[in-house]
């Protein structure tokens, strides 16, 4: 039988090797992005919208991210960290979707795997 409590753990430890390793991969393009990563989880919740994305930004980066906050938004939708919530109030994620766009007028929710490596709360699911 799996243990509930190690197989959360390896979940959050997996997680966190995948946010290192994102940073590191969007560190040449944003310089920034460690202290970001570092940062997310006083975001609190895991689903936000862009305009508290944008802000998060600002706070953290100030005078750095100006124009970029858009284009980094798009790349972390690109890679699969962020996802965004769908007419049907489903996640939507690049990966997943061949069509996917990034599109600053849904909302944005981290996704799970990197949401437990931040402490993020994790988004509820649409009820059917």
Same mark, same amino acid.
């Given at each position: +039988?799996?243990?509930?409590?190690?197989? @959360?753990? *390896?979940?959050?430890?997996?997680?966190?090797?995948?946010?290192? !390793?994102?940073? !590191? $991969?969007?560190?040449? $393009?944003?310089? /920034?992005? &460690?202290?970001?990563? &570092?940062?997310?989880? %006083?975001?609190?919740? %895991?689903? =936000?919208?862009?305009?508290?994305?944008? !802000?998060?930004? %600002?706070?953290?980066?100030? @005078?750095?991210?100006?124009?970029? +906050?858009?284009?980094?938004?798009?790349?972390?939708?690109?890679?699969?960290?962020?996802?965004? /919530?769908?007419?049907?109030? +489903?996640?939507?994620? *690049?990966?997943? $979707? !061949?069509? *996917? #766009? =990034?599109?600053?007028?849904?909302?944005?929710?981290? #996704?799970?795997?990197?949401?437990?490596?931040? &402490?993020? *709360? $994790?988004?509820?699911?649409?009820?059917?």
């Amino acid at each position: +039988k799996i243990d509930k409590v190690v197989l @959360d753990e *390896a979940k959050k430890t997996y997680g966190t090797f995948l946010k290192r !390793e994102l940073a !590191e $991969e969007l560190g040449v $393009e944003f310089p /920034i992005m &460690n202290i970001l990563m &570092n940062r997310f989880s %006083s975001l609190k919740n %895991s689903q =936000f919208t862009y305009e508290k994305y944008s !802000e998060f930004v %600002s706070r953290v980066t100030p @005078d750095t991210m100006d124009g970029d +906050k858009y284009k980094l938004a798009q790349r972390l939708f690109d890679l699969g960290f962020f996802g965004q /919530i769908g007419g049907d109030g +489903k996640p939507i994620y *690049a990966m997943r $979707e !061949e069509d *996917a #766009h =990034f599109d600053e007028t849904l909302d944005i929710v981290v #996704h799970p795997c990197y949401a437990r490596a931040l &402490n993020l *709360a $994790e988004a509820q699911p649409a009820k059917p």
